[in-house]
């Protein structure tokens, strides 16, 4: 299996601009989750979805944010306007519906100048 | 709420010495726990998992834990360090209940020879 697969892997952009991240999970796992990687805030759970529904969103900074999940094989996650602020590594994974451990993507690394 | 206590942002033991990496959890209902290792610029991959049975958890490259519910903790041990473990460690709690992972601070390791 390729694992999950996010891109772009790294993505510079210009505050006010419009970001969106994409991932494929493993084939066949029910779970998708986006976290946050910042040195101030370490690891942070953003949104996760189980069978394409977002189950907890509890975690997305502000309106700013959007996921979506249109299919089992695909996530988006989306800022707009972006921030200096936003800057930070984000990442994708899935975890199958039977078992607890999650599969990490490679990441993004963002960078809103 | 869930909550995990990484002692130690930065560890730093000798080629061949024992590695011990400290985790406490907070858990309001029996966790599961894990151990993740983030090589520079990559995902995180998982080490090593406990959610019942066997107290004590064997994982890859060596490392295991010993989950011990009267002191909370979940440290990671691996007898002999090697330079390729060089990396970040994380320890994470989930329940039965939230899917999501919360993750620790993190602890950095480095190995000299």
């Known amino acids: 299996d390729a694992g999950v697969i996010q891109s772009p892997r790294h993505e510079v952009t210009e505050m006010g601009q419009e970001v969106t991240l994409r991932c494929k999970p493993i084939s066949g796992h029910d779970y998708l989750f986006w976290y946050r990687q910042t040195m101030m805030r370490g690891l942070e759970l953003l949104i996760y979805?189980?069978?394409?529904?977002?189950?907890?969103d509890s975690g997305m900074p502000e309106d700013r944010f959007s996921a979506k999940m249109p299919n089992a094989s695909f996530s988006t996650l989306k800022i707009q306007p972006s921030e200096p602020r936003d800057s930070a590594v984000y990442f994708c994974a899935s975890r199958p519906r039977q078992g607890n451990e999650q599969y990490f993507g490679p990441g993004t690394r963002l960078t809103v100048t | 709420a869930q909550s995990v206590t990484q002692l130690g942002s930065h560890v730093s033991v000798s080629e061949g010495a024992l590695v011990l990496l400290r985790c406490n959890y907070s858990?309001?209902?029996?966790?599961?726990l894990f151990w993740y290792v983030q090589y520079p610029n990559q995902g995180l991959q998982l080490l090593l998992k406990y959610t019942t049975g066997a107290t004590l958890v064997k994982g890859i490259n060596g490392f295991e834990a010993e989950f011990k519910k009267s002191e909370t903790s979940f440290h990671l041990t691996k007898p002999s360090a090697h330079m390729s473990d060089a990396a970040e460690y994380f320890c994470?709690?989930?329940?039965?209940?939230?899917?999501?992972?919360?993750f620790g601070s993190g602890t950095r390791l480095q190995v000299q020879p």
């Open positions: 858990s309001s209902v029996p966790p599961y």
């Open positions: 979805f189980n069978n394409n529904v977002p189950i907890d």
């Open positions: 994470a709690v989930s329940d039965t209940g939230r899917r999501a992972l919360t």
